[in-house]
């Protein structure tokens, strides 16, 4: 951690109340909340981050919940704080969904919960978009391959497990690279619905996106109409063998 430390008992006063109880929170629920984070372990806070609320700095805000730096025992972890106004009543769901992307060896650890915390491991790294646009000055497109070969089965083991991500569309926002890429937030994630990991991640990367666009820069990568049949095939039957195939087809399998 860079930015001081702060206690999580000075979370029931402003200006951190912002980040305890967002948007705005009684005080009652605030006390509850600080509560409830001392229950967990979650003894400190470290507001460091890109996203800036209210001139606090966060690791993340979303829909659900803002996520902060913090200290579960000697660690550094990541805590994600529901939201007041979220539709969510609760964080215990998200929890179940990380539980079984971990089992399948994909996203960050889930260390604990409760109903409006979420404490996860911590992934430091570039959003993915940020860790190729510096990679193309470097030109590694053996690395750019390794890293996008990665992403994809972790991808391949979330459909393995039914677990649809949901996200994926958008994986600039859910693909964090440090000493490898890790898929984050499963909060719109589902295991009633028909799985779209692959699929989903390979036309963000690769189809009509900013981050495609700098794809295209380092490594050839086959035309649309090329990618359609493998990814069509895979998408009705999701065998490792037809995986394996728009691995081949992108010119991955060798990675």
Known sequence: MNSPLVSTSKLVKEPYSLILGYPKATRGELARRHAE?????????????????????VLGKGYVGVVVLSRFGKKDVALKIRRIDSS????????????????AGVGPKLIASSKNFLVMEYVEGKKITD?????????SAAKLRSVVRQVLEDCY????MHLDHGELSYIHKHVIVGKSPCIIDFESGSTNRRTSNVTSATQSIFIGSALSSIV???????????MIGPLKKYKHDQTRENFDDILEMLGLDKS
């Open 131 to 139: 860790w190729v646009r510096e990679l193309k000055g470097r030109g």
């Open 216 to 226: 295209k820069d380092m490594i050839k990568i086959p035309s649309k109409k090329k």
């Open 88 to 103: 969510r009543q609760e964080m215990k769901s998200e929890a179940k969904l990380l539980q079984i992307a971990n089992k």
């Open 157 to 160: 083991n979330l459909d393995n």
């Open 37 to 57: 984070l001392r229950k967990l372990g979650i003894t400190k806070i470290s507001f460091q981050g890109e996203t800036i609320l209210n001139n606090i700095h």
